[in-house]
């Protein structure tokens, strides 16, 4: 028998099936940027090189500019 699978990231027991699939406990997963946690929806296969892949610091807000010139 095998013994509990652990977190990718801080080495716990995982216990849920959702988090045995992406390798990764429910407390990390909160941890990491939109981005990463779809990165290792797509492939939890390559966990380590999401991680270490820098995340996009953004305040989830869409870049929008307003041309003054426009609307006057």
Do not use: N
Not at 11 to 29: D, M
Not at 32 to 55: E, F, M, N
């Amino acid at each position: 028998m095998t013994g509990p699978a652990l977190c990718a990231l801080c080495h716990k027991p995982i216990r849920s099936a959702a988090a045995r699939a992406r390798r990764i406990g429910s407390r990390c997963w909160r941890k990491l940027a939109p981005a990463q946690r779809a990165a290792i929806r797509h492939d939890p296969t390559r966990l380590r090189a999401v991680l270490t892949r820098r995340a996009a610091a953004t305040d989830q807000q869409l870049a929008f500019t307003i041309d003054l010139q426009e609307i006057l």
